[in-house]
């Protein structure tokens, strides 16, 4: 004999100017899990807030299961065994995804160019990785250089280099890519690539703070250390190798 299908109630917000995204993906998961799903609408505000009073809850959707209530979107993912990020919880993610778009876009430029010259790829690269984390950088240029501020030496020292920063990050990867004015882009990188490794390496390693890294814009909850040390010395081995290519 076939098990009974089970059953869930989801009360979502559906009104005409507003249809709760969560709610959404809540009845999506729901489905997606097994479950026949009673999709209650809560259509207007007083209906919102009335149900948010009787039940007292201050969010919806809010999915019911056996006559329990299991709570909003998040929560009915931990039910299900899904992993919820904590608010402001530190992560790589944002630069792993730069790095590997960076990678991905590297392949081909080196492909379409040179027939897939391996040797070239690394360049590619850390131009194209360059280019990007500046582009995050000048989203929001001030929020940035607040948070540089809180590390490297140089901005401290001279707060308007936190503003000139993401420029001059995207001024060299814009030049290393396109491989011109090379006495220019080179020296830019090393010099904050290398100004940006040592005041990494002494905040994280030598003066053991915890910090929040700078390097993909100011509003994300990357930890100050190896990725972003690792960063400014892709920098400067850029500079370098490419000094030596130069003379």
């Known amino acids: 004999m076939s098990q009974p299908q089970k059953s869930a109630v989801l009360y979502r917000m559906v009104m005409p100017d507003h249809v709760c995204p969560y709610g959404r993906k809540a009845l999506w998961l729901l489905k997606r899990k097994g479950f026949a799903v009673e999709d209650r609408h809560l259509t207007t505000r007083p209906e919102v807030d009335a149900f948010k009073a009787e039940h007292g809850v201050k969010t919806t959707p809010q999915t019911f299961i056996d006559g329990g209530r299991i709570g909003g979107y998040d929560d009915l993912r931990r039910h299900f065994g899904q992993r919820v990020p904590e608010a402001g919880a530190t992560s790589y993610v944002p630069v792993l995804a730069v790095f590997a778009v960076a990678l991905l876009l590297a392949l081909v430029v080196v492909w379409w160019m040179e027939g897939y010259v391996l040797y070239s790829l690394p360049p590619a690269f850390i131009s194209i990785a360059m280019c990007l984390l500046a ?5 929001d240029v001030e ?22 920063y993401p420029f001059a990050e995207l001024g060299a990867g814009v030049l290393m890519l396109a491989g011109v004015l090379t006495w220019l882009s080179a020296p830019m990188a090393l010099i904050i690539g290398g100004i940006g490794a040592v005041s990494v390496f002494k905040a994280v390693y030598v003066d053991k703070r915890e910090l929040k890294c700078a390097c993909v814009g100011g509003a994300s909850n990357v930890p100050l250390g190896f990725v972003s040390l690792t960063e400014n010395l892709m920098m400067v081995g850029m500079a370098v190798w490419m000094l030596a290519v130069m003379h």
């Open 135 to 139: 582009m995050l950088k000048l989203q």
């Open 143 to 164: 929020r940035f250089s607040t948070m540089f501020l809180n590390y490297d030496l140089l901005a401290q020292r001279w707060p308007p280099y936190g503003y000139i």
